[in-house]
């Protein structure tokens, strides 16, 4: 099954008088369950792909496909709504809200999709001990270290039993050691709940963890290939 | 729901010194603002409480024709039988007391110095006087039998450098336009706390006043005092006849009620100004926090908060914050009126007129009305300011935010 469809889609940025075609008649699938690495060189238009899969961004012309949702034409509150339900992020700056706890951070978008307190409280400890960090449920970000940081956000974007995880470098400021953890949760949650996860990377290390790669290089695609990881 | 309230609380301990500050400003504003009110209310209070107790009085009785600028004892001026009038005005409900009072210009010298005065003829006896009869510092108040006797006020005994039992000359106006001198004892000095009004005023008894103008059994009015102050027209109307023109407080009173009105709009944009600059404030410290959290703002976007969420969360935070501001401003505020209404202000001779006068004292009054009304505006002017910075974090798109870092 399908959950996200690209049709050569385009994304012109404009700066002044200065237009950059950041990514130019892309089209792909993306199949439900898929854990696929973006790569390609800083400035190929990883990151500007993924907003557009994540319904940040609309593209300048061509057509995006979420969910069976047709994103192009939807407005500023239709495509929250779409996010809330449907689409989990990962950052690369372990994007969690500061004056929250580890818990209540995971907990938030939950909140957001109101979900009843049992149902949150039950959610929310799953999935802490789905990343190993049950025990540190009551620190702020602050008090946590990047990788366990990190594994918080993992957590907080499968919350609301996303159909797709869209991760923008999410290793990249981390050292191997925790690097290679988030890159083993990730995968063992793709595994465990079918969910799609679609990471940008440059990182070799973490390419060889896809199933599929997609190469891109001046907003096109170059190559799509199967991935080393079984 | 989402736990605004937490995330809101929590935001403004982030920055605890600087909401602490903001919202300080918005304190001080508040107090400021109930202490000018109060201050105010406690001046016009004064004002109107003493020019009428002094001067007015709730209603006069005059003569159809009678010129209160003249102050002419001329007959055709004048009540005939005013004894009689004014017991018939006393036997109402609503009259607390009604006294004849003449009234005529003069001059008092004592040594080299004469100084304009008004000499008012008054039943000794009356409760009309009692605001100098209390006020008496010196000597003896008047009796009806006095016949030498002269009441002065502190601030002309002061400067005439005159004691009871001192001799000083009067010179009336008299009623058939010429004018005529005697020698009279200072029985007694007062003070009734208004300078304005007691260096310009002395008093003789009624039937001394009235043999020395040549008033005859005549009276210039008669001085009335109500129950409750808001009879008056009902009352005014009951006793007015064709010989008759009755003036309520509020007719003779009319610079007073002017200035009151004008100073209710003063007062209104002195509001408006203050609030203005603590709303400032409070809009400055949430834009500091908009642009300091537009990464997350951006997160909270992207995990699907909406905009009018966003707009919520930062008005939250404006609420708590003014919540905190207006609560302590009140209680600062109150208190400030609530000290000040017990000790006052000591202003001394403001050299008003004989149409305003003012106790030399003023004393804060916070009446609860204008409290809450000064509370409640200022809590959503601060609300309202607060809207800008909380539109700004929901404009923002959640690339853009994502990546400000
Ligand atoms: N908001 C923007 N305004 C203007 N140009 C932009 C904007 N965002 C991206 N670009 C440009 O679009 C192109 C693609 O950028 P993008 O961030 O998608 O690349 P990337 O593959 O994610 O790179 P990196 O590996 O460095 O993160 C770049 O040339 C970039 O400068
Ligand atoms: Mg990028």
């Known amino acids: 099954m399908e959950v996200a469809r690209l049709i050569e889609v385009t994304r012109i940025y404009k700066v002044g008088n200065v237009e950059t075609r950041a990514l130019n008649g892309i089209t792909t699938v993306i199949h439900e369950g898929e854990f696929t690495a973006l790569v390609g060189p800083s400035g190929s238009g990883k990151t500007t792909l993924l907003q557009l899969i994540g319904c940040l961004d609309r593209p300048t012309s061509g057509k995006v496909i979420v969910a069976g949702h047709e994103t192009t034409h939807l407005n500023h509150n239709q495509r929250a709504d779409l996010r809330r339900s449907t689409i989990g992020f990962v950052f690369q700056f372990f994007a969690l809200i500061p004056t929250l706890t580890a818990y209540e951070n995971v907990e938030m978008p939950l909140l957001l999709n109101g979900k009843s307190a049992a149902e949150r409280r039950k959610r929310v400890m799953e999935l802490l001990e789905a990343v190993g960090m049950v025990n540190r449920a009551h620190h702020r970000p602050d008090q946590l270290s990047g990788g366990e940081q990190q594994r918080v956000a993992v957590a907080r974007a499968l919350a609301p039993y996303p159909k797709i995880i869209l991760a923008d470098e999410p290793t990249a400021n981390l050292d191997t050691q925790n690097g290679e953890q988030v890159m083993e949760i990730m995968k063992k949650l793709n595994r465990e709940t079918g969910t799609t996860f679609i990471f940008a990377t440059h990182d070799p290390r973490v390419i060889k963890h896809a199933r599929r790669i997609i190469a891109l290089r001046d907003g096109t695609i170059i190559e799509d290939q199967p991935g080393e990881s079984p | ?405």
């Open chain 2, 1 to 405: 729901m989402i736990h605004y309230v937490k995330l809101a609380y929590r935001n403004l301990g982030r920055h605890r010194r600087r909401s602490i500050l903001s919202g300080l400003a918005l304190a001080l504003g508040t107090a400021l603002l109930l202490f000018i009110a109060a201050f105010f209310e406690g001046e016009m209070r004064s004002a109107m409480e003493t020019t009428i107790r002094l001067n007015t009085g709730h209603l006069q009785l005059q003569d159809a024709d009678y010129d209160p600028d003249k102050l002419s004892v001329a007959w055709e001026y004048l009540i005939e039988k005013p004894e009689q009038v004014a017991a018939q005005i006393q036997t109402l409900d609503a009259v607390a007391v009604a006294a004849p009072r003449l009234i005529a210009n003069g001059i008092v010298s004592a040594g080299d110095e004469a100084v304009g005065v008004q000499i008012i003829g008054i039943a000794p006896e009356s409760k009309a006087n009692d605001p100098y009869r209390d006020g008496l510092v010196e000597g003896q108040f008047l009796t009806a039998e006095d016949r030498d006797g002269i009441l002065i006020g502190y601030p002309l005994a002061n400067s005439l450098g005159l004691k009871p039992g001192d001799r000083l000359s009067l010179l009336v106006n008299t009623a058939n336009g010429s004018v005529d001198e005697q020698v009279f004892t200072v029985r007694g000095i007062f003070s009734t706390g208004t300078t304005a009004y007691d260096k310009g005023v002395v008093f003789l008894s009624l039937a001394k006043a009235q043999v020395f103008s040549g008033a005859g059994d005549r009276a210039s009015l008669i001085f009335i005092l109500l129950n409750d102050r808001e009879q008056a027209e009902a009352v005014a109307a009951a006793i007015r006849t064709p010989a008759y023109q009755v003036k309520t407080w509020r007719q003779m009173n009319e610079l007073l009620v002017l200035v009151n009105d004008f100073s209710n709009a003063y007062l209104a944009v002195i509001n408006l100004i203050v609030l203005g600059v603590t709303a400032t404030v409070i809009v400055n410290t949430l834009l500091m926090s908009v642009f300091e959290r537009t990464r997350e703002i951006g997160i909270l976007a992207a995990i699907g908060m909406k905009r009018r969420q966003i707009i919520a969360l930062f008005l939250t935070e404006a609420a708590l914050l003014a919540l905190g501001g207006v609560a302590f401003g009140g209680a600062l505020g109150w208190a400030l009126s609530a000290y000040f209404g017990e000790v006052g202000f000591y202003f001394g001779d403001l050299g008003m007129s004989a149409q305003m006068l003012m106790q030399d004292r003023i004393y804060t009054v916070l009446t609860l009305e204008a409290a809450i009304n000064l509370i409640l505006t200022a809590f959503v002017i601060t609300l309202l300011a607060a809207l800008y910075p909380a539109r700004m974090a929901a404009r923002m798109e959640p690339v853009e935010a994502l990546r400000g870092k």
